[in-house]
């Protein structure tokens, strides 16, 4: 008689933009079982939870996707995603997009904590689930200066989780993946394009409009991005920054 093996899981940290997808892509082409979670903190571009449940149904794992709130994010608040009284800073050029990296090693879009809650939440619910992994989008050559998108942050958060779930400590540790981490956004969208994600249903806007504002920080990376992949990008800008 043969016994059926049980799915490998993944919990899949799923904000409803560009890298986020592509992690879902990965893990789906890995073998992984689909759990995706989302975090409501109050976010100013909460059009992206929208596009969340749009990729959650698109991978036809709608019933399993978890939305969580976390509002006390936006009560704290100490960022621009998150407080209205701070600005989304419009970097309008590329000499204003390098100015600003080059002046500020964090910047005002940076949510204290935020994927340390994240990882947190997603540990309690990969281990109720059964999951051998934890997805997260982050990475360190694109990224926007974020000391939690940093590869010794994640290795650090892994020790931990060995030591307080009771899987880690059974020997059975449930691991982070990153498969963005060292890739360019180019080289992140090529990969994507090739697992047929779906780009035109995430959104990387920082403002959070119905259209993308093409201005901001994120903007600017995912039309770079695009632009160096030689990949047309399917969504619509308010704006195409100059060049």
């Not at 799915?7 to 904000?15: E, Q, R, Y």
């Not at 934890?134 to 000391?147: C, E, K, Q, R, W």
């Not at 899987?167 to 059975?172: D, L, M, P, T």
């Amino acid at each position: 008689m043969t016994t059926k093996l049980e799915p490998k899981k993944a919990v899949i940290i799923l904000s409803g933009g560009l890298d986020s997808t592509t992690c879902m892509g990965i893990a789906q082409e890995e073998g992984y079982e689909l759990y995706p979670i989302t975090f409501d903190y109050g976010q100013r571009h909460k059009i992206e939870l929208d596009n969340a449940r749009l990729v959650a149904e698109h991978y036809k794992v709608k019933n399993r996707h978890k939305v969580i709130t976390l509002g006390f994010l936006k009560e704290f608040g100490g960022s621009a995603l998150t407080d209205e009284s701070i600005d989304v800073p419009d970097m309008t050029n590329v000499d204003e997009v390098e100015k600003a990296r080059e002046d500020s090693e964090v910047p005002v879009t940076y949510v204290p904590g935020r994927n340390l809650l994240f990882l947190s939440i997603a540990t309690s619910y990969a281990e109720v689930i059964g999951a051998e992994a934890i997805y997260i989008g982050v990475n360190a050559l694109d990224y926007s200066g974020y000391p939690d998108c940093r590869p010794e942050f994640i290795h650090k958060v892994e020790e931990v989780m060995a030591l307080a779930t009771r899987v880690g400590v059974e020997g059975g540790p449930i691991r982070i993946k990153t498969p963005l981490s060292t890739w360019s956004k180019a080289d992140i969208i090529r990969q994507g394009t090739l697992l047929n994600v779906p780009y035109q249903i995430t959104t990387s806007c920082y403002n959070g409009q119905s259209e993308a504002c093409g201005v901001c920080d994120s903007c600017r990376l995912r039309l770079k991005g695009f632009a160096e992949a030689g990949v047309r990008d399917p969504i619509a800008y308010r704006e195409l920054p100059s060049s």
